[in-house]
């Protein structure tokens, strides 16, 4: 039985100083997207809008407290629409001040506070898509509803939650890496 033997051939590592030195280095804080940047202040921004258009279409029908999931809906807008003016109110406060909002208990606030939140906005999107897709399509009763109301109401909570969840990412990232 023949074995062939590994051979070492010997390399000359390079200086770790030299390209230590040379290597731009990135931190956390700089990431847009983050608390207290104006990324993170667009996301904000945007989860307020289509919140708020959401929470807006879906109060503005009469029978939407007939049904368990638009209730949840509306319930998990308003409460989405208020964490992220808040929070967005308080990224142009860091944003004119100059302040970096990347302390340890502050991002772990905004972690658990983005994860609730995008969750109920999640949950509460696809049940209300749920019923919707059942009074659509399933019943046929779209002529007695408001159904392009509902579609554009659950549409603005997917759309709600889709920016709120690269804040949580971004924030539970930060929380991640200290």
């Not at 010997?10 to 990135?26: G, Y």
């Not at 667009?42 to 029978?63: I, Y």
């Not at 696809?126 to 897709?133: D, L, P, Q, R, Y």
């Not at 779209?142 to 392009?148: A, I, W």
Request: glycine share 8%.
């Amino acid at each position: 039985m023949s074995v062939s033997n590994a051979s070492v051939h010997p390399v000359d590592a390079p200086s770790l100083q030299t390209e230590a030195a040379n290597v731009p280095r990135v931190r956390m804080k700089d990431v847009q997207g983050m608390p207290g940047t104006i990324g993170g202040f667009f996301l904000r921004f945007a989860q307020f809008v289509f919140a708020a258009v959401s929470l807006c279409v879906m109060a503005t029908t009469g029978d939407f407290p007939s049904v368990t999931a638009f209730c949840y809906l509306v319930a998990a807008a308003g409460l989405q629409s208020l964490w992220s003016l808040s929070l967005g109110i308080l990224d142009i406060y860091a944003l004119l001040v100059g302040r970096c909002l990347q302390n340890s208990r502050v991002v772990s606030l905004f972690a658990v506070g983005d994860g609730v939140t995008s969750t109920l906005t999640f949950a509460a999107a696809c049940a209300s898509a749920g019923i919707t897709v059942l009074i659509g399509n399933d019943l046929g009763v779209c002529s007695q509803n408001h159904c392009l109301e509902f579609e554009t109401a659950t549409a603005m909570a997917f759309l709600s939650w889709f920016c709120a969840l690269p804040s949580f990412l971004l924030n539970f990232w930060s929380l991640a890496s200290r």
